[in-house]
């Protein structure tokens, strides 16, 4: 099996290298300039991004925005139950539920009046509940839900970083409501770093994908191959992809800020041939052996041990330079996943 078989991606990561909180200023990221045709690398600051991007270069970003989705709760025993939920819409909700058996028809109730009952059970501690409040359960969400930061970022109940992750576990370019996680590789810009890129000729451009639980749901095949992503709504506007295709035919580079955007460029291309406008859902998993027809070059984080993420950066850099690139990340200290550090792959 070689390549696809899920071993071969561990690695051993020492705790104290997950980030769990964000840094001060956004840009002032640690930034490995990972040259896959050369197999080499450079330790750099995201800050210095303008000096690796070049005049015509088209740099396209996820604009979907994460939603305050967990919810702390109890239940009629009085035990506590936590919950995420991971749809946006409608009524029941697919959540996933961290508490000691759950059972159909159990009532959660939170604070403010807001009560939920368990309607379905399903695998993996996933549940569908319908919830009852008074008023607009959305509108609820945003002021007593929490951002859904993940597991290995580490939150109390009451912690007051929920109030730093409302701000910073979002990228300045979030804008349409979806995600249950954020896209992390566009946490790292800022306001005046876009600036800096507009000015040196460089153009940016939106894509939607709403990150849903299939993005980080543990993979438990041998074989990569055989995992299920689970589907993820995105869009392509007309504008974005005009100025892809423009790109491509004056010879700029197209910089995927994230798997997401890789994800959502490559579907369509797949489907049509090329980028056009579209919406729809794609549960593409991308793994080595892969034909990249539109990406160039890749902005992303450091992927957890044995996730998707972590099969498509090893597709479009090779999986043995990803992993030389992640011991020496490791030795010089690098800070791993969401709050952490970024490579840009070209």
């Known amino acids: 099996m070689g390549i696809f078989d899920i071993e071969e991606y561990d690695y051993h990561l020492p705790p104290e290298l997950i980030a769990q909180v964000p840094l001060k200023e956004r840009d002032k990221s640690r930034l490995m300039i990972l040259y896959k045709r050369e197999g080499r690398w450079e330790d750099r600051f995201f800050f210095e991004l303008p000096k690796f991007v070049k005049k015509g270069d088209l740099i396209v970003v996820n604009n979907s925005k994460v939603f305050p989705a967990r919810l702390y709760g109890k239940k009629s025993s009085g035990g506590k139950a936590e919950i995420l939920i991971l749809s946006s819409k409608g009524n029941p909700r697919l959540c996933l539920i961290k508490t000691k058996r759950p059972k159909k028809g159990t009532v959660l109730t939170f604070e403010n009046g807001l009560k939920g009952i368990i309607e379905e059970i399903l695998e993996n501690g996933m549940v569908k509940i319908r919830f009852e409040y008074d008023s607009d359960l959305d509108e609820y969400l945003e002021k007593k839900g929490h ?200």
């Open 147 to 346: 951002v859904p930061v993940p597991p290995y970022i580490k939150r109390k109940e009451d912690d007051p970083l929920y109030e730093i992750d409302r701000e910073r576990y979002q990228t300045i370019f979030a804008k349409e409501k979806g995600s249950v996680a954020a896209p992390t590789a566009g946490l790292h810009f800022s306001e005046e770093l876009i600036k800096r890129l507009r000015e040196k000729g460089v153009n940016i451009s939106y894509v939607t994908l709403h990150v849903g639980y299939g993005t980080f749901k543990p993979v438990k095949t041998k074989d990569i191959r055989k995992h299920e992503i689970g589907e993820e709504y995105y869009q392509i506007p007309e504008e974005t992809a005009h100025l892809i295709n423009s790109t491509k035919e004056k010879g700029g580079r197209i910089i995927a800020v994230g798997t997401t955007v890789v994800r959502t460029l490559e579907t369509v291309a797949l489907e049509e041939g090329k980028i056009v406008p579209k919406k729809g859902f794609t549960n593409l998993l991308i793994t080595p052996g892969f034909e990249f027809k539109v990406v160039d070059a890749l902005i992303t984080n450091f992927h957890l041990p044995k996730s998707s993420l972590l099969f498509l950066v090893a597709a479009f850099a090779g999986l043995e330079l990803i992993k030389k690139a992640y011991e020496h990340a490791i030795q010089k200290g690098y800070r791993f996943y969401s709050y952490g550090d970024a490579m840009f792959i070209q």
